[in-house]
């Protein structure tokens, strides 16, 4: 099972992006769905969470800006960001919660991708 992230890119303030994670694999079920985000010098932190009924959260910081969102036939998660300001650049990072066909569960990251945020 892999996790591979696209969308990243370089924006102005108060423009916007939308993240890609496709997830492939011997995959039976995904669970949890989030993106995470580091910025330099800091700790990875939570931006948007879904489970697999739909249900989202977010952090106060990208709350009414960001939109997580998920297409369970693609094994797809992505992530609208808009209103984007410097301090969400960071790397992001796609992660699952993933039961593969022999029914264990494994918690798995992407690679990350680069956002960066000018002002």
């Known amino acids: 099972v892999q996790l591979v992230e696209s969308g990243g890119g370089l924006v102005q303030a108060g423009e916007s992006l939308r993240l890609s994670c496709a997830a492939s694999g011997r995959i039976f079920r995904i669970n949890v769905m989030g993106w995470y985000r580091q910025g330099s010098g800091k700790q990875r932190e939570l931006v948007a969470g879904i489970t697999t009924s739909g249900n989202t959260n977010y952090p106060d910081s990208v709350k009414g800006r960001f939109t997580i969102s998920r297409n369970n036939g693609k094994n797809t998660v992505y992530l609208q960001m808009n209103s984007l300001k410097p301090e969400d650049t960071a790397v992001y990072y796609c992660?699952?919660?993933?039961?593969?066909?022999?029914?264990?569960?494994?918690?798995?990251w992407g690679q990350g991708t680069q956002v960066t945020v000018s002002s």
């Open positions: 992660n699952a919660d993933i039961t593969s066909r022999d029914l264990t569960s494994t918690n798995y």
